[in-house]
């Protein structure tokens, strides 16, 4: 069977396609997966157009196999990886340097070196084809009560992730934290607001769009929603926000509606404009924080916090899908849509 791959060249737009690619070798991990489900978001976008910080360009720049979002079936497993056939698993996207502190004791996601690497965006192909190889401690298990909404794990770790350093930060306040903001009601933002109710949080969103599948997500989880930032204004602080719509202009109103001590998570990856950031975050000590990729820890609090969702409710965040041969039409995005998956 031919192994298919979705991907582009590194630094090059107009290069995404399906092509075939060699079938992966015990070099590239004892454990043996088929595709399932892979998630496309906006880091494959960026990708795709060349743009993306790890894209590599001239004429001799190697394809790269896209598809860090995940689930699959495990095909073969040695009787000693903890894993067996038939049973379904994600990938851990980053790889740890062999330079820092911080790898060394597994905390990868804060490698101080830079010479990690990131399965599908990074120095090593991805997930996004037919069969794929990894070791044992990359692989999660994924509950069959989770099924294919496995392929929300990766994007729920790094909400985990984010979740986990704002209670952290916000521990030295004289409060603990009961009022989120979420902007943005993509993916990351509706699985921000889901991991914010869990957590007994008191959510608001605010997007852009007025009707739609958008809306009617977040009251459907018990979280207010809203598509004007001046109705906030006048309302009670926010303990905690999280910046997830990768608008950089938002920032600077959004961390304004924090009370004391409140903390301010940039998760989406837009660039901040150090002078849309308000006086208020040093009258209010208030503090902002970056966050990307994520750690073991978050992968398996991911996996619980999910199981704990309705599952009904996740299903609807998976609004479209399209087969491998034509996946990039997963490109082109609806502002209706909220996950657009790959099926293999």
Request: net charge neutral; charged share 20%; glycine share 12%.
């Amino acid at each position: 069977m031919t192994n298919l791959a979705m991907s582009v060249v590194r630094g090059r737009r107009d290069t995404a396609a399906t092509h075939a690619v060699p079938e992966p070798g015990p070099g590239e991990g004892s454990v043996l997966v088929r595709t399932l489900l892979v998630g496309v978001c906006g880091t494959d976008l960026h990708l795709v157009g060349g743009t993306h910080r790890a894209s590599a360009s001239g004429p001799d720049a190697p394809r790269l196999v896209l598809g860090h979002e995940a689930v699959g079936l495990v095909v073969e497993a040695p009787p000693t990886s903890g894993f067996a056939p038939g049973q379904l698993v994600t990938g851990i996207v980053r790889r740890p340097c062999a330079e820092c502190a911080a790898c060394a004791r597994g905390d990868w996601d804060f490698c101080t070196s830079g010479a990690y690497t990131e399965r599908g965006i990074k120095g090593a192909d991805g997930f996004g084809r037919t069969r794929w190889r990894s070791e044992p401690a990359y692989l999660v298990p994924v509950p069959d009560r989770l099924g294919e909404l496995g392929v929300l794990v990766e994007p729920m770790s790094v909400v985990c992730k984010a979740l986990e350093t704002a209670f952290y930060v916000a521990r030295r306040g004289p409060s603990t934290p009961a009022r989120l903001l979420v902007t943005g009601a993509g993916p990351i933002g509706l699985l921000a607001a889901a991991a914010g109710r869990d957590a007994g949080l008191d959510v608001t969103v605010l997007d852009r769009m007025r009707t739609g599948v958008k809306p009617d997500l977040v009251t459907t989880l018990g979280a207010a929603y809203t598509d004007d930032l001046g109705t906030l204004a006048d309302g009670p602080r926010f303990d905690l926000a999280f910046e997830c719509s990768g608008a950089a202009g938002l920032i600077g109103p959004a961390t304004a509606l924090l009370g004391q001590a409140g903390v301010m998570m940039l998760i989406a990856g837009g660039a901040a404009d150090p002078g849309s950031v308000p006086p208020m975050l040093l009258r209010a000590n208030a503090a902002l924080v970056g966050t990307v990729n994520a750690g073991r820890r978050h992968y398996a609090q991911a996996v619980d916090t999910l199981l704990r969702v309705d599952r009904s409710w996740l299903c609807r965040l998976l609004t479209r899908r399209v087969p491998l041969t034509s996946w990039q039409s997963a490109l082109d995005r609806d502002d209706d849509e909220v996950k657009v998956v790959v099926e293999f």
